[in-house]
């Protein structure tokens, strides 16, 4: 009886399959026989291929045209780490039909990153990021080489000049007025319960604005909130649509491509806003006085001096990438670390103090931070646990490189996977501030211990435990 039911089940299940194939062969255009010279010709080339390669192990559970995927589970930074237990510090995952190195640990980490990161530095194709950055048009997801250089040159220029360095000139007065402003905002609440998200991400999103278009919007103005949204939605989607970079034939499934269909949608109402700001700079632009982000690339354009071939959609790329790096990585990071304080208000109340004490009713400055060495630790743990973007921005090897005894060949995608000691873990924070991977030292058992406690323990109480691990590290109890 139960038998019969299965039996019955997997007929409806393959006769789906074989309608969805026909479906995506005649949107395709694909006929059964390109399909099978195809399916022959890629078997050869794999057969072949793999022979050359001396590839970290792959870990068990890889299947034919899925790879890994299915053995991921709906946790991948989880199985990644059970994996670097079990396989060791690198290791190969199939996504799809493509493998990505896995590196673990801080030696690992801080070899590919730092070291030797020029071999490390270019960007895979990915369909899905390749669709909302125009193929590489701007900075965060361009393929390595002289384009790329230029521009991440001439813009880490551009935004220095407009304050983003420590010193005379920093951006740090305007990051003050607008915690004042957030300030303020609060206090309008008059202590009752709100939901600070919204807020929030239009004070970090003002910083990136005064930065990119040289104005703030206040909190309640509709453009810009809509631009907010729509970068939380694409980064949101970004992560449930990622089955489409693996195989980008599905973007015609229906149902299967609806995250891929909400990304494209939120892209055009950023890039909407984008191009408004471009022309309403145009109308006012003086070469002489280029007041922000868009005014530098705009005298640029006109000059033609530093990026050869800059063209205005890679002026409006370049500034949407500064929308999604810099506005939800702080304000998830501070969300986060919000939650984690109301989690654990012992914590809490000892950052208040301390907060109370250092910097009292005036503003916080960067001058503070060498006197608060307690906040820096509560925010760089949120920082640890909470990695805002454990496996979405790829890398991929610019040459082939020995990494341990292994041969990993130019183009193969590097992963730096989430839950890792403290210091490997934060890529992004590894190159933002290198010193964090200098200065402090964090035993290989304490991470043991703390991992042991997030298995046991829930959420809070294990940032709680690795907090004190953190702490202890620092010095700053015993
Ligand atoms: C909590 C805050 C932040 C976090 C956690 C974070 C994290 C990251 C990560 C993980 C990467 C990828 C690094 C890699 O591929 O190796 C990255 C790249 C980048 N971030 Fe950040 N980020 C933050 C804030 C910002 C801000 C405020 C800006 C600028 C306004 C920014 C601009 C960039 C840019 C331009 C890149 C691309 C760099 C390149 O490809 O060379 N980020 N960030």
Not at 192 to 205: C, E, K, R, T
Request: hydrophobic share 40%; glycine share 6%.
């Amino acid at each position: 009886m139960l038998s019969a039911f299965f039996e019955k089940k997997m007929a409806v299940i393959v006769s789906w399959i074989a309608e969805l194939v026909w479906e995506i062969f005649q949107i395709s255009g694909l006929t059964i026989q390109t399909f099978l010279v195809f399916c022959v010709v890629f078997l050869l080339a794999y057969v072949l291929l793999k022979r050359h390669k001396n590839l970290p192990p792959y870990p068990a559970g890889r299947v034919p045209v899925l790879g890994h995927l299915l053995a991921l589970g709906r946790e991948p930074p989880l199985k990644l780490t059970a994996w670097r237990r079990q396989y060791g510090d690198v290791f190969t995952v199939r996504m799809g039909m493509e493998d990505v190195v896995v590196l673990n640990g801080y030696t690992a980490v801080k070899d590919a990153l730092v070291d030797r990161s020029e071999l490390f530095a270019s960007r895979p194709p990915n369909y899905l990021l390749d669709a909302i950055v125009g193929c590489g048009k701007e900075i965060v997801s361009a393929r390595w080489g002289p384009e790329f250089k230029q521009r991440r040159k001439f813009a880490t220029a551009a935004l220095k000049n407009l304050g983003m360095k420590v010193g005379t000139g920093s951006i740090e007065e305007s990051i003050r007025e607008e915690a004042n402003c957030l300030r303020n905002r609060i206090a309008e609440y008059e202590g009752q319960a709100f939901n600070i998200s919204s807020d929030l991400g239009v004070s970090v999103g003002n910083i990136t604005c005064s930065m990119a278009f040289g104005k703030r919007y206040d909190y309640g103005d509709e453009t810009f909130c809509g631009l907010l949204e729509a970068v939380m939605n694409v980064i949101a989607e970004l992560g449930a649509g990622q089955i489409i970079s693996v195989f980008p034939l599905l973007r015609f499934v229906p149902g299967i491509n609806r995250a891929f269909m909400e990304v494209l949608k939120q892209n055009s109402k950023i890039h909407e806003v984008l191009w408004d700001e471009i022309a309403r700079h145009r109308e006012n632009f003086d070469n002489e006085n280029p007041r922000d982000f868009i005014d530098f690339c705009l005298l640029e354009l006109e000059q033609q001096e530093k990026v050869s071939g800059l063209t205005e959609e890679n002026v409006m790329y370049m500034a949407q990438d500064l929308f999604f790096a810099g506005t939800e990585t702080s304000t998830n990071t501070l969300l986060w670390s919000l939650l984690f304080m109301t989690l654990n208000p012992d914590i809490q109340q000892k950052v208040h103090e301390v907060l109370d004490t250092v910097v009292g009713k005036s503003l916080p400055a960067l001058s503070h931070r060498s006197q608060l060495p307690y906040v820096n630790a509560c925010l760089m743990e949120t920082m640890r646990i909470r990695h805002i973007a454990p496996l979405i921005i790829p890398h991929a090897t610019t040459d082939t490189v020995r990494v341990q005894e292994y041969d990993i060949p130019e183009g193969t995608l590097p992963g730096i996977p989430g839950d890792q000691p403290r210091e490997s873990q934060l890529p992004g924070v590894i190159i933002h501030a290198k010193k964090i991977a200098d200065t402090l030292e964090y035993s290989e058992s304490e991470f043991q211990k703390a991992a042991e406690c997030k298995k046991q323990l829930p959420e809070s109480k294990y940032w709680e435990e690795s907090h004190k691990n953190l702490l202890r590290v620092c010095g700053l109890i015993d």
